[in-house]
């Protein structure tokens, strides 16, 4: 089993909509999420981190973690062209000093 | 405050040629970590360093290596260039939680 593992794409979504992004977990003790965006060609920029249970909302993502289901979400609310790009999720491996990265999601917002 | 800066932007070398790439990572951090990025691959963890120490590395042959400097400056080095190391080299500085914050990436392609 990958140590994280995200929704297959690629994700097209109409420019109003919400996009739905999925990642799983492998280790039971892991405590802090992140969400990346990378534009193609252009390195990956942290949009979201998330250490509790529940919702994190910031301006029109909201990342939702569930520990016990070990899945984490991320939503992009009112889908703009301009968020077209891949999602990444990231879950640090505990006392392995690493990220660990899903293989990412790439989204296309259709004008 | 300052990001994550790496240094040359884009490379191009020969097969069995060697190269360095650098990264200065963010006022304050001590943590830098490197990633490999190749359209089949993902991203691939190569090493994380702390305070001048290397406390994980990937599954990378020993051609790739690297180092960290007293003042938290970071360098790797590939020798013996093989094709199949064409990719974007990926710096990145955490602080806390593994938060890490990329640089904008060195483009390495080998002739």
């Known amino acids: 089993q990958k140590e994280v593992e995200q929704n297959s794409g690629p994700l097209s979504v109409p420019e109003g909509a919400i996009a739905s992004l999925n990642c799983t977990y492998s280790d039971r003790v892991s405590q802090s999420f992140f969400w990346y965006r990378q534009y193609s060609g252009k390195s990956p920029e942290l949009i979201m981190s998330i250490y509790s249970n529940g919702d994190k909302e910031d301006g029109r993502f909201t990342a939702q973690l569930n520990k016990a289901s070990q899945y984490v979400s991320l939503l992009i609310r009112d889908s703009q062209p301009s968020d077209s790009a891949t999602y990444l999720c990231a879950v640090p491996l505990p006392n392995d000093y690493k990220l660990s990265f899903g293989a990412g999601t790439t989204v296309t917002v259709r004008a | 405050k300052a990001g994550v800066t790496q240094t040359p932007r884009y490379l191009i070398k020969t097969r069995g040629q060697q190269v360095t790439l650098s990264c200065s990572p963010i006022s304050g951090h001590r943590s830098v970590s490197w990633y490999q990025q190749t359209p089949g691959q993902g991203l691939q963890f190569l090493f994380e360093?702390?305070?001048?120490?290397?406390?994980n590395k990937g599954n990378f042959p020993g051609r790739f290596s690297g180092r960290q400097f007293s003042n938290s400056r970071s360098e790797m080095n590939v020798s013996t260039l093989e094709l199949g190391d064409s990719a974007l080299y990926l710096c990145a500085s955490s602080l806390l939680h593994n938060e890490q914050f990329f640089g904008p990436g060195t483009r390495l392609t080998v002739l």
């Open positions: 360093y702390f305070s001048e120490t290397q406390r």
